[in-house]
């Protein structure tokens, strides 16, 4: 099953919410599975950062398996215009295959993203006002579709840096709040910044967010 076999839900001005409140669904279900510890976890403890850490890798390794995709798809751009060797019907169902796949992947990392959200304690609220104040102050200076995928990528290392609590420190350390959530809004918004780069407005990313939300339900009920 993959998401081409699902229709999505209907679009409303609550897709944000609507976004959330799946995730959470998702969460409560995988939470036990995993052995969470209760969330929100604390950004002030070893243990806590521990998790938050897990899940910028789990968004950064979404962004890698995406950006491969928007590779492929510029290199058959590239062999397509260069030879002859290529159909335009062939040409049009594999850039189709390859942008698809391309915001798939960086839905999956939508979805890690949001659970890390909710893990850290904030909401769609929070995430809602951030996307409606999307202005300069949020974008480092991309310019390409490469460009973007790096300023998601930025912003959540800099994310993990402002965790100093490794597990063998005997010292730790404080968290600076103010920088810890300034920095994982900064990463919601680059990663919406992205898809929007790539051709993805919010109804399109709720059409792929909620088709793969009931792929990921069908592989719960199958124990995939």
Known sequence: MNINDYQPAEFTPNWLQDIFEKQQNLLDKYKDIEKMPDVPVSIHTAEGQKWIKDFLWRVTEE??????????GMDLVAEYNASNTISSDEFVKRQDRYNTHMIEELIDALHFLVELIIISGKDWKWARD??????EKYQYGYVSGAGAYWEVTYWLGMVGNTLKNKPWKKTQMQTDDKKFYRNLGFSFVALFNCLA??????????SFYDRKNQVNKFRQRSAY
């Open 130 to 135: 951030l996307l409606n104040d999307n202005s």
């Open 63 to 72: 962004l890698g398996e995406s950006y491969e995709a928007y590779v492929q």
């Open 197 to 206: 780069e790539l051709g993805a407005d919010e109804t399109e990313v709720f």
